[in-house]
């Protein structure tokens, strides 16, 4: 193979890493890729950390010992996660988007690849150091955020439904309270889809009363399973006390009535984003 220059490899080996979040790539892995002694090796992954840390790429964490390696995270510098929530709530705030039952419309911006991916992004930089084993959702509209959460994560995208499939096996099936309405609703997950004693991390689009977050810790209880975490897009300002706590949303809605009875939402970015900024 013809000699690799540095520049070369050290783009390689960003988009390798880049594309697989999370996962841990030996030393020598890239030494026989590249046909690079070890030292050459260190410098490069030395270079690329400083680049990251410089302009906001993320993260190249060094892992030493015999099973050691290198990896990447998408972590977001807080003050390029606020910013970012922040137009997005500017975005979303306004009498347009309100519907019935204190909602706001969030289909487009669940169904965007490049808002959900930055968004994931965000959720994910809070709960590396959690560790989860996979990510949690509720059939259907957080299914995107949550996807590219597990992607910035490394880790698998489980789906909780309302009803069990014939294609996925036998199934735990358990009732909850749903939050906003109040109504009895059914969950359920196959049996396969986890294992006693892993660890997760919930995912959702809206937070409400928290009936359908409760139902997910309540479904995992049934699993043997931790739950290290829990995020949403958005929830509402009210009610103040949910059927969960310590939640990480990345918006808070407060929908207020004006002097001529109309409805307009104020949305905010929640305050861990930018209380220590």
């Known amino acids: 193979?013809?000699?690799?220059?540095?520049?070369?490899?050290?783009?390689?080996?960003?988009?390798?890493?880049?594309?697989?979040?999370?996962?841990?790539?030996?030393?020598?892995?890239?030494?026989?890729?590249?046909?690079?002694?070890?030292?050459?090796?260190?410098?490069d992954i030395d270079i690329l950390r400083g680049v990251a840390e410089t302009f906001g790429l993320g993260e190249i964490k060094t892992i030493t010992g015999a099973a050691g390696g290198v990896m990447y995270r998408t972590k977001i510098p807080p003050e390029q996660a606020a910013a970012y929530i922040s137009e997005l709530s500017n975005e979303l705030s306004g009498t347009d988007r309100i519907l019935p039952g204190g909602f706001l419309y969030l289909s487009d911006i669940l169904s965007h690849p490049v808002i959900t991916k930055r968004m994931g992004e965000i959720i994910a930089s809070a709960f590396y150091d959690t560790a989860p084993d996979f990510v949690l959702t509720m059939e259907t509209k957080g299914i995107p955020v949550a996807l590219t959460t597990a992607g910035a994560l490394g880790v698998p995208l489980v789906i909780a439904r309302h009803s069990s499939k014939v294609y996925e096996g036998s199934a735990v099936n358990i009732n909850y309270v749903s939050g906003s309405s109040g109504s009895i609703q059914t969950m359920s997950l196959s049996r396969r889809a986890v294992q006693e004693g892993q660890t997760c991390l919930i995912v959702d689009d809206f937070l409400k009363g928290g009936g359908t977050a409760k139902g997910m810790e309540d479904l995992m209880r049934e699993f043997s399973i931790q739950v290290v975490g829990?995020?949403?897009?958005?929830?509402t300002a009210t009610p103040t006390h949910k059927r969960i706590t310590g939640e990480k949303s990345l918006m808070v809605l407060d929908i207020q009535h004006l002097d001529d009875d109309t409805e307009t939402a104020f949305v905010s970015p929640a305050p861990w984003l930018t209380e220590n900024l």
């Not at 193979?1 to 988009?15: D, G, L, Q, V, Y």
């Not at 890493?17 to 046909?35: E, G, H, K």
């Open 1 to 43: 193979m013809e000699k690799i220059r540095r520049n070369e490899r050290m783009s390689a080996m960003m988009k390798i890493l880049s594309d697989s979040p999370n996962q841990l790539f030996t030393l020598s892995s890239f030494c026989d890729r590249f046909s690079t002694a070890k030292s050459t090796m260190s410098e």
């Open 230 to 235: 829990e995020a949403f897009v958005m929830e």
